[in-house]
Nanobody, 124 residues
């Protein structure tokens, strides 16, 4: 499956952005989807994940209550709504697809396909 992430940009602290990840090539509904991020000089970390039917969502503590993951299985797209952004949210955000189930969904090794990443920069 091919993944194309978009929606990144520059935003002030306290602002919002919505990331999108469009999937093509295989049956989207078969896959759990995740968002990971990698800040400069840091390792890639888990952000949020959603099960194949949207029935289960999972968040890192650092984004819980501020970010919302959702998916549209008709449009083959997963979204990440990011509110109350902080400078520490600055990172390249990657979407991923895989057959993972909890607890594997919070780990990068649970995913087989990755998008190219989209840069989010939050200014103070």
């Amino acid at each position: 499956v091919q993944l194309q992430a978009s929606g990144g940009g520059l935003v002030q602290a306290g602002g919002s952005l919505r990331l999108s990840c469009a999937a093509s090539g295989r049956t989207f509904i078969n896959y759990a989807m995740g968002w990971f991020r990698q800040a400069p000089g840091k390792e890639r970390e888990f952000g949020a994940a959603i099960s194949w039917n949207g029935g289960g969502t999972y968040y890192a503590d650092s984004v819980k209550g501020r970010f919302t993951i959702s998916r549209d299985n008709v449009k083959n797209t997963v979204y990440l709504q990011m509110n109350s952004l902080k400078p520490e949210d600055t990172a390249v955000y990657y979407c991923a697809a895989g057959g993972a189930k909890m607890p594997t969904m919070i780990h990068a090794y649970g995913y087989d396909y990755w998008g190219q990443g989209t840069l989010v920069t939050v200014s103070s």
